[in-house]
């Protein structure tokens, strides 16, 4: 046994051992290449292109979805200002019609008032005159009767004249 | 812990040398006291035993020794002056020492120290068919003549189990993502080894090479793989240590050599040879950047072997400890400092895969950058041309 001996072997390539590793090694990477390393690269590749085209589309979806989110907040405000505006319309021509309705009413109930106070006062008139009428048919008859009655002696005619002829005596 | 242990005892058996001598070595292990009274004659070698175990070997020894070593048998094929000769390494009856002799073809060989030689006609006084001559430093040097060995050895072995295991293991991984669709989330395997696929693709080769890194991706995660699944077998009870061993980086470096220099572009070699210092220079610039281009490849080679075969004899020194000191005292610390040193060798196998695509990568950058891109060296380029 000689260790310098070994240890030239050792620090000496063996022309088996080259041969031999060279031909696996050229043979494993023709074989590896093209039934290993090109399905598994590619695999791997197609993954990785799969997952960033996924998160590229997941955020163009999130653009989106946030695009439609303000969309959908600024049609909300429109609706909500239209919904404003319709409703104050609405109430300014509920006051409108009210306030027309209150005025022709009035100027109706005026009206009314007036052509009913007129008539009052036709009437009223038509009234008094007939009554007028009456007490002066009345007051003839009245003075009819009573100038028969009183000028039916002459007692009483000369009574009359004395109690007339007092009467101008007190004044 | 178990298994580290009665590895290394194995290895240690397998290691000895003289028949009478193993016997004794055996009853070290079952009692020190035996062994004490032995320690004079004979000193344990830790050194060769550290170096055996992260060796090649032809035969995939499990334990025993000698002639009643359990071994799997595996392929010697030898390319000689008669032709390719093919024969199993069980025919050499586990000697590594030269003294037994197979004839095949009509050539005789031998295993000595699991290189294997054309035999002597007739033995040495040790009984060795080989012609060794020892020199004043005690190096040795054998003068038989050796066959080109293409053999099927452990390490050739392991590297055949770990292609099949990464094929496997790969397709079905791909099958998955064609059963499951791309859009489910990985399972299982699946789910252990896509972050590691997607790390080499986008953190070693995207980083490091740029726009154009795709078409390196699948050499990228082949070496990083092979270099992982061989670094983890490596540590492994029985295993072989096949990153560890300067062949297997030697052709990975070669790989990373040849594809980053096919690949450099204009800029890369005028980098080297047109590079941006006065003319006067040049003659000590070209060679250095020349230079550079193999001292690149070569330290990834040097790296990965002196790490993994570094760790795999710190681990085995640390087993050896017990029978350096001859105590069973010491074992406990020795197991849980090499139990210690093999959670670090876990975390070194990942480091050394990533470390040598890493560089790889880097270097396969250097030469396809486009220096359109480099906004600082081209400003560089300009305040040069100003100062010429």
Redesign the interface.
């Known amino acids: 046994?000689?260790?310098?001996?070994?240890?030239a072997?050792?620090?000496?390539?063996?022309?088996?051992?080259?041969?031999?590793?060279?031909v696996?090694?050229i043979?494993?990477?023709v074989?590896?290449?093209k039934?290993?390393?090109?399905?598994?690269?590619s695999?791997?590749k197609?993954?990785e292109d799969?997952i960033t085209k996924a998160l590229a589309s997941a955020e163009s979806a999130l653009n989106d979805m946030r695009e439609l989110k303000s969309n959908n907040e600024r049609i909300l405000n429109e609706a909500r200002n239209e919904r404003d505006n319709l409703i104050k319309e609405a109430r300014d021509a509920k006051d409108a019609i009210i306030n027309e309705a209150k005025s022709k009413a009035q100027k109706d109930a005026d009206r009314i008032i007036a052509s009913a106070r007129e008539q009052i006062t036709n009437e009223k008139n038509a009234a008094v005159t007939e009554l007028k009428n009456q007490v002066a048919t009345l007051s003839i008859e009245i003075a009819e009767k009573i100038l028969r009655s009183e000028l039916s002696s002459d007692e009483k005619q000369k009574a009359l004249v004395s109690n007339l002829m007092k009467d101008v005596n007190l004044n | 812990m178990v298994f580290a242990l009665f590895f290394s005892f194995s290895l240690k058996i397998s290691a000895s040398e003289p028949t009478e001598h193993e016997t004794e070595e055996q009853q070290a292990v079952v009692g020190h006291e035996e062994a004490s009274a032995e320690k004079s004659k004979k000193g344990l070698d830790i050194a060769a035993i550290a170096f055996e175990h992260i060796l090649d070997a032809h035969s995939w020894h499990l334990f025993g020794d000698g002639h009643d070593a359990v071994a799997i048998p595996l392929p010697v094929i030898l390319k000689t002056d008669n032709g390719i000769v093919t024969f199993m390494s069980s025919e050499f009856h586990h000697d590594v020492h030269g003294t037994h002799v197979v004839e095949k073809n009509g050539l005789r060989f031998v295993n000595y120290e699991e290189s294997i030689y054309l035999a002597s006609e007739t033995p040495n006084e040790h009984g060795q068919y080989l012609n060794i001559e020892k020199n004043d430093k005690g190096e040795t040097t054998v003068l038989n003549p050796a066959p080109l060995d293409f053999s099927i050895t452990k390490n050739v072995t392991q590297l055949f189990l770990s292609a099949i295991v990464l094929f496997l293991l790969f397709t079905s991984v791909a099958k998955a993502y064609k059963k499951q669709g791309v859009t489910s989330a990985p399972k299982g395997k699946q789910s252990f080894l896509e972050p590691l696929i997607v790390f080499v693709r986008d953190d070693l080769a995207k980083t490091n090479i740029g726009p154009n890194s795709e078409k390196f991706v699948p050499y990228l995660l082949t070496v990083f793989f092979l270099i992982l699944i061989n670094n983890i077998f490596g540590l492994i009870p029985f295993s072989a240590n096949l990153t560890g061993n300067i062949a297997f980086t030697l052709v990975l470096s070669v790989g990373t050599f040849i594809l980053t220099n096919i690949n450099g572009n204009k800029h890369y070699w005028s980098h080297i040879f047109l590079p941006h210092a006065p003319k006067a220079i040049w003659p000590i610039l070209i060679p250095i950047e020349v230079f550079g281009i193999l001292t690149k490849p070569f330290a990834l080679m040097i790296r990965l072997f002196a790490n993994i075969a570094a760790g795999h004899i710190i681990i085995i020194s640390l087993i050896g400890l017990i029978f350096i000191f001859e105590s069973i005292y010491i074992a406990p610390v020795s197991v849980a400092f090499s139990l210690f040193i093999d959670i670090l060798e876990v975390l070194v196998a990942f480091l050394q895969a990533y470390i040598f695509t890493m560089l790889t990568s880097l270097f396969i950058g250097a030469a396809v950058a486009d220096p359109h891109d480099d906004g600082a060296h081209k400003n560089e380029d300009e305040h040069l041309a100003v100062k010429h």
């Open positions: 046994m000689n260790s310098l001996f070994i240890l072997s050792l620090i000496e390539p063996g022309i088996g051992l080259i041969f031999w590793t060279a696996t090694f043979l494993l990477l074989l590896l290449g039934y290993a390393w090109k399905p598994i690269l695999a791997i197609t993954r799969g």
